[in-house]
């Protein structure tokens, strides 16, 4: 099924709005929280998430949103499993910062894969 121009820019303008509201209210939150840099990290990723998931519950029903809230979490859990490795290699004398995070990115993927792997195959 190929959606119309129309409906594609419905779609950005409201996930648009939806991300904007939500980015306002996550980046209010963080700053009641110290150091401020949390307010960036609270106003990216789930203004992006409720945007999404709002959109495919629109158009899509309950089984979309709770199939892209179950990758999401996959995700959260292999971008976790990067930052881990990130820090601890990191903090070792000697290995160059882009040497850390980019061998990180091979749990990232490491992670990913397995999880998808159970999840896939547990249906």
């Known amino acids: 099924m190929v959606a119309s121009l129309h409906d594609v820019l419905?779609?950005?303008?409201l996930r648009f709005l939806i991300g904007g509201a939500a980015v306002s209210a996550?980046?209010?939150i963080g700053e009641a929280f110290a150091p401020k840099s949390?307010?960036?990290?609270?106003?990216?990723a789930p203004s992006v998430a409720i945007a999404t998931l709002a959109l495919a519950f629109a158009s899509q029903g309950a089984s979309a949103v709770a199939s892209a809230a179950r990758w999401m979490l996959v995700a959260t859990l292999a971008m976790f499993a990067y930052a881990c490795c990130c820090i601890t290699l990191g903090r070792r004398h000697g290995v160059p910062v882009w040497?850390?995070?980019s061998a990180s990115w091979l749990v990232w993927l490491a992670v990913a894969g397995a999880s998808w792997w159970v999840i896939a195959g547990a249906r």
């Open 99 to 101: 040497l850390a995070a």
């Open 38 to 44: 949390f307010s960036g990290l609270f106003g990216a």
């Open 26 to 28: 996550f980046a209010a």
């Open 10 to 13: 419905g779609d950005i303008v």
